[in-house]
């Protein structure tokens, strides 16, 4: 039985992070679903109203690794903005641990160094920063990365954005908010 879940004084409520910034906006997700497990990754570029601009996905053959995607996520998305020209980019994950390994001084025996460096490097060489969100105000990244990992593809780009998506897109984009969790 589905119950409607009503907010108390002490629910907090969360949307999309539009109007944080005037520049281009990434969010991206990395997510592990599925019997066997498959891992994907999503990300989508919009500017700071909301309006669709690009997306990704993609699926990460032979791993299980949900912390692997969401650094894929955030790797490819920064690639993919500096290969569009994008001078200026506010990029949100919902992965703390992602941030925080970015953000902070990781080991250089961390399983994913190289990679981790290779996002620094990213982050360095452009006017582009990091910045943590709530899962429920990063639903439309969380939806491209499901779509990753339940593909075959490596990376595909989204023009324009799947049907699916249209409505979690309007939904940001008018700022509706969603009780934390």
């Not at 601009?53 to 993919?80: K, R, W």
């Not at 290969?83 to 250089?108: D, P």
């Not at 709530?134 to 990365?145: F, P, S, T, V």
Request: charged residues 15%.
């Amino acid at each position: 039985m589905k119950r409607n879940v009503i907010p108390s004084d002490s629910t907090r409520m969360v949307k999309w992070n539009q109007g944080n910034h005037q520049c281009l906006i990434l969010n991206v997700d990395g997510s592990c679903l599925g019997t066997p497990i498959r891992a994907g990754f999503g990300g989508i570029f919009r500017n700071n109203v909301g309006a669709y601009l690009s997306g990704y996905s993609g699926f990460i053959p032979e791993s299980t690794d949900v912390l692997l995607a969401e650094l894929t996520a955030l790797h490819q998305g920064l690639l993919m903005a500096a290969a569009m020209g994008i001078e200026e980019l506010s990029c949100y994950s919902n992965s703390l641990l992602s941030i925080n390994l970015i953000t902070g001084t990781a080991s250089n025996y961390h399983a994913y160094a190289v990679l981790i460096q290779d996002i620094k490097d990213l982050l360095s060489a452009q006017n582009y920063s990091v910045h943590h969100c709530l899962r429920e105000g990063n639903q439309c990244a969380d939806y491209l990365a499901k779509l990753g990992a339940s593909s075959n593809e490596e990376c595909l780009v989204h023009a324009s954005a799947p049907q699916e998506l249209l409505v979690l897109l309007q939904m940001d984009a008018i700022g509706t908010l969603f009780p934390r969790a």
